[in-house]
């Protein structure tokens, strides 16, 4: 692990100090009663990945970090660390509450997927999450821009993207290719400010 994150593990795990000096004189059942009823912070979660850092592994990250927020008992939160190949992401501290709520989004959609087809590709969504964090003019045209070029990509050579346009162009089989790029579009529009925004939203990067 770096020397920046250990120093984030080491800034994160500080015992709490005593407001005045200690004297010899002071009442020490007082002073045990302070430390014990002190919160202490909690170490940050941290973990190292052997790859970049793409949007599904981002994704996979934050839902430990819900969990992780969830499930802890002590106070004040604490920070997950991932170290990626290129970067390092800092998902910062949510109160269980917050994350439950983050958490059910997702468990939402999972609870519906075999009734419902989801047409909400991850990559479209962490894409037009960052069109709206700029405040883009002509919003609308970007996504449909943006779906239509993932689809129907013009640099064949890449491998990824035959293999999405295939599947989806599967799963519509004889249906205008329009039609297909528009139903996508407003599942992004719809999904990515409950979804992706908040991932993006409580995560701080550091470039290596």
């Given at each position: 692990?770096?020397?920046?994150?250990?120093?984030?593990?080491?800034?994160?795990?500080?015992?709490?100090?005593?407001?005045?000096?200690?004297?010899?004189?002071?009442?020490?059942?007082?002073?045990i009663h302070y430390?014990?009823?002190?919160?202490?912070?909690?170490?940050?979660?941290?973990?190292?990945?052997?790859?970049k850092a793409r949007d599904k592994h981002m994704l996979k990250a934050w839902l430990e970090h819900l969990l992780w927020q969830i499930k802890r008992t002590t106070n004040p939160p604490a920070p997950t660390i991932i170290e990626f190949y290129d970067q390092r992401l800092t998902f910062i501290?949510?109160?269980?509450?917050?994350?439950?709520?983050?958490?059910?989004?997702?468990?939402?959609?999972?609870?519906?997927l075999p009734q419902q087809l989801w047409l909400a590709p991850i990559e479209l969504q962490f894409k037009y999450a960052e069109i709206i964090q700029k405040n883009?003019?002509?919003r609308e045209k970007k996504l449909h821009t943006l779906c239509n070029d993932w689809l129907y990509p013009n640099d064949y050579?890449?491998?990824?993207?035959?293999?999405?346009?295939?599947?989806?162009q599967h799963?519509?089989?004889?249906?205008p290719?329009?039609?297909l790029i528009k139903h996508i579009a407003q599942q992004v529009e719809y999904y990515t400010p409950k979804l992706i925004l908040p991932i993006l939203e409580h995560t701080e990067r550091a470039y290596d």
């Open positions: 692990m770096s020397t920046t994150t250990s120093a984030s593990l080491n800034k994160h795990t500080k015992r709490p100090t005593h407001p005045h000096p200690i004297d010899k004189h002071c009442d020490n059942r007082r002073y430390l014990l009823t002190q919160p202490r912070a909690q170490p940050p979660m941290a973990t190292l990945h052997p790859s501290p949510l109160d269980a509450q917050q994350a439950h709520h983050h958490l059910s989004a997702w468990l939402n959609i999972w609870q519906n883009t003019a002509e050579s890449q491998i990824y993207s035959l293999d999405a346009r295939h599947i989806w799963l519509f089989n004889h249906h290719q329009n039609l």
